[in-house]
């Protein structure tokens, strides 16, 4: 089973996700006679060693750490060794700082090669590698250097999440919640209705979740390529995510988008937008899947990571709220509000 979700780009142009069973079939997706340069990190090359020695590959470290200018350096330099060219297409095979790289790399080498992804991860494929945002951190803030640059394809196999350890799927599942929240009440009514074993067990249920949580960022990506407006939406959790994450290296980052979104609900009804049985219930989901609900950092310290977050303006930061399930709205919150907003009730 195969579906092929095409995203329009801004010039016309479209970006090719295919979701099902599509890894056997990597070489139709490739340019013809064009010279493939795989990135890839060392766990992933382990793995799929058999698929990826059929082409040149550069492969970089593990984790969040190496999602950096060095990393950016080390590939650009490895690839001038290489003698690559313009013509060349790049091939990012990975998760989503895999992708995030590679896809800044293609974007910027020679002012543009063309390329395109294999997704190993859950939350690379409903996320990370769909839409054209690639970029690196800097003094540990997520992605405050980036690009827009939609790949040519992304192929997202299921049966490659096999291999993913058990957090790593659950933290990918995440992102799947919050696309249901911003515009898909039945993908968020599947996580009302299963638990977190029917996710991982039952194949065509998280083929429907994946294909649904693609749509929802085609629609969105479609209607804004280049983050202007409703794109924005897509950040539904991350804002406080991104401090969680920089505040604590406890968590996952699909962990810290779970709490995340918690946070923007609490914040949603203490404004006024959403009511509080609904705030409850996207807690409880979120619970059921077994995510954690609390950072166990201070208010205090949240608020301040905010302070630097890249979507400020002045003394205020745009947030995602929710008045309901798919229905959600971008406003700025002063920082002056943002400790007794963030905070639990006693």
């Given at each position: 089973?195969?579906?092929?979700?095409?995203?329009?780009?801004?010039?016309?142009?479209?970006?090719?996700v295919?979701?099902?069973?599509?890894?056997?079939?990597?070489?139709?997706?490739?340019?013809?006679?064009?010279?493939?340069?795989?990135?890839t990190?060392a766990?992933?090359?382990?793995?799929?060693?058999?698929?990826?020695?059929?082409?040149?590959?550069?492969?970089i470290?593990?984790?969040?750490?190496?999602?950096?200018?060095a990393?950016?350096?080390e590939?650009?330099?490895?690839?001038?060794?290489?003698?690559?060219?313009?013509?060349?297409f790049?091939?990012?095979?990975?998760?989503?700082?895999?992708?995030?790289?590679?896809?800044?790399?293609?974007t910027?080498?020679?002012?543009g090669?063309?390329?395109?992804?294999?997704a190993?991860?859950?939350?690379?494929?409903?996320d990370?590698?769909?839409?054209g945002?690639?970029?690196?951190?800097?003094?540990?803030?997520?992605?405050?250097?980036?690009?827009?640059s939609?790949?040519?394809?992304?192929?997202?196999?299921p049966n490659?999440?096999?291999?993913?350890?058990k957090?790593?799927?659950r933290?990918?599942?995440?992102?799947?919640?919050?696309?249901?929240?911003?515009?898909?009440?039945?993908?968020?009514?599947?996580?009302?209705?299963?638990?977190?074993?029917?996710?991982?067990?039952?194949?065509?249920?998280?083929?429907?979740?994946i294909?649904?949580?693609?749509?929802?960022?085609?629609q969105?990506?479609?209607?804004?390529?280049?983050?202007?407006?409703?794109?924005?939406?897509?950040?539904l959790?991350h804002?406080?995510?991104?401090?969680?994450?920089k505040?604590?290296?406890?968590?996952?980052h699909?962990?810290?988008?779970?709490?995340?979104?918690?946070?923007?609900?609490?914040?949603?009804?203490?404004?006024?937008?959403?009511?509080?049985?609904?705030a409850?219930?996207?807690?409880t989901?979120?619970?059921?899947?077994?995510?954690?609900v609390?950072a166990?950092?201070?208010?205090?310290?949240l608020?301040?990571?905010?302070?630097?977050?890249?979507k400020?303006?002045?003394d205020?930061?745009?947030?995602v709220l929710?008045?309901?399930?798919?229905?959600?709205?971008?406003?700025?919150?002063?920082?002056?509000?943002?400790?007794?907003l963030?905070?639990?009730?006693?």
């Open positions: 089973m195969k579906e092929t979700i095409a995203v329009r780009k801004g010039d016309g142009s479209t970006s090719q295919v979701v099902g069973d599509v890894l056997g079939t990597l070489p139709d997706y490739l340019p013809a006679g064009k010279r493939v340069i795989v990135i990190d766990n992933v090359y382990d793995l799929y060693a058999p698929v990826i020695d059929r082409y040149e590959k550069i492969v470290g593990q984790g969040e750490g190496n999602k950096t200018h990393t950016l350096l590939i650009y330099e490895r690839l001038l060794e290489m003698e690559a060219d313009r013509g060349c790049i091939l990012g095979f990975g998760g989503g700082i895999v992708t995030d790289i590679a896809g800044f790399v293609a910027t080498y020679m002012r090669v063309r390329f395109g992804f294999v190993t991860t859950l939350l690379a494929q409903v990370a590698s769909i839409g945002k690639n970029g690196v951190n800097v003094g540990g803030y997520k992605n405050m250097v980036g690009t827009f939609q790949p040519g394809f992304v192929l997202c196999d490659v999440l096999r291999t993913l350890p957090r790593e799927f933290a990918g599942l995440a992102e799947i919640v919050k696309a249901g929240l911003i515009a898909d009440p039945a993908l968020f009514a599947l996580f009302e209705n299963h638990f977190f074993e029917d996710f991982s067990e039952d194949g065509p249920l998280l083929l429907e979740a294909a649904r949580a693609i749509r929802v960022k085609k969105i990506v479609e209607a804004d390529e280049r983050e202007a407006g409703e794109r924005r939406k897509l950040n959790g804002t406080f995510a991104h401090a969680i994450e505040s604590s290296r406890r968590f996952l699909g962990e810290a988008v779970a709490i995340g979104t918690v946070t923007a609900a609490r914040v949603s009804c203490k404004l006024g937008l959403l009511d509080a049985a609904l409850e219930r996207i807690r989901v979120i619970e059921r899947m077994g995510f954690p609390d166990g950092v201070s208010d205090y310290r608020a301040e990571a905010l302070r630097l977050d890249k400020k303006e002045g205020e930061v745009a947030l929710l008045r309901g399930v798919g229905d959600c709205v971008i406003r700025p919150v002063p920082f002056d509000q943002m400790e007794t963030i905070a639990e009730e006693e």
